[in-house]
């Protein structure tokens, strides 16, 4: 419900009932290293005062530090030195990764939106763009005040607003207006695709050799499943990368039975453009497509 986004880290999805939790961490998890790093700074810098004394042109060690008492609790050799500056590097960086991650997610919880909901409010204004429609796209779950919005997320109880389904709207929206635009794009998803033929078979392997080099290379990284092509079946595509091209691979459904769809990435070697024909040239109905 209320889906953000899957995360590998934490081996879940974040949505409603664990998108505050989830941002409390992006924020926690750069405090704790702000932390270690400070931790690891000051030791590094008490050890090597304590070492050594620095010259305009030499560095030579310190020996009274080896008669002092009592001795170091732990040992600090060079293995010692070389672990922290390591352990110095990773709570920087992420701080860095991790905080960013946290500005992003803030950004868009005061809009009150998910990832994907921006997601779709970008491509409906490109859609709206691409058309030169005479339209305006209104996210209809922003409550008009930062506060308001934040407070959608987080409470003092833990609990998040609402049951999960449906939630407060703006005044001349309703509950199924992403729902709507969603179909508007699928519908202009058909439109923009291209027919493609296959021209040689490909195995559907993750990361093919016998493709070329910048095909193996440039492997799609995703879960997104690999097709297998057989010559002289069609493709219809809908995104595409430089050496690989995504999309639906066309069914004759009275040999195909109980499959509705196949879809997933393939090589753009093994497939040649087609010529363009009616379906592919028309726009949805009540739209006009100007370039």
């Excluded at 060079?78 to 352990?87: G, H, K, P």
């Excluded at 809908?238 to 997933?264: A, Q």
């Amino acid at each position: 419900m209320k889906m953000d986004h899957h995360c590998p880290w934490i081996n879940n999805c974040c949505g409603y009932q664990n998108h505050a939790s989830f941002t409390l961490f992006l924020l926690l998890a750069p405090l704790g290293c702000i932390h270690a790093a400070f931790i690891f700074v000051m030791t590094m810098y008490t050890q090597l005062y304590n070492r050594l004394s620095f010259g305009w042109n030499t560095v030579k060690i310190d020996m009274s530090a080896a008669q002092r008492d009592p001795l170091p609790v732990i040992p600090f050799g060079l293995a010692a030195f070389a672990a922290t500056l390591f352990a110095l590097g990773l709570a920087l960086g992420t701080t860095i990764a991790v905080g960013m991650l946290f500005f992003i997610q803030m950004k868009i919880i005061l809009r009150n939106k998910t990832s994907i909901e921006s997601w779709i409010e970008e491509k409906a204004k490109d859609r709206i763009q691409y058309y030169q429609l005479d339209e305006t796209f209104v996210f209809p779950y922003d409550m008009g005040s930062k506060w308001k919005n934040f407070q959608q997320v987080f409470t003092w109880s833990g609990i998040p607003e609402g049951d999960g389904l449906e939630w407060p709207i703006k005044e001349g929206c309703h509950q199924y207006n992403l729902t709507i635009e969603q179909l508007k794009q699928k519908a202009d998803k058909r439109v923009r695709s291209v027919r493609y033929k296959v021209v040689e078979d490909y195995s559907g392997a993750c990361c093919p050799l016998t493709k070329g080099i910048k095909t193996f290379f440039t492997s799609p990284c995703t879960e997104e499943p690999r097709i297998r092509l057989q010559k002289g079946e069609f493709i219809l595509a809908t995104r595409g990368l430089r050496y690989w091209l995504y999309g639906d691979k066309i069914l004759d459904d009275s040999i195909i039975e109980g499959v509705s769809r196949i879809r997933g990435w393939f090589p753009r070697n093994c497939v040649e453009k087609c010529p363009c024909d009616a379906e592919t040239d028309q726009a949805p109905e009540g739209e006009k497509k100007n370039r």
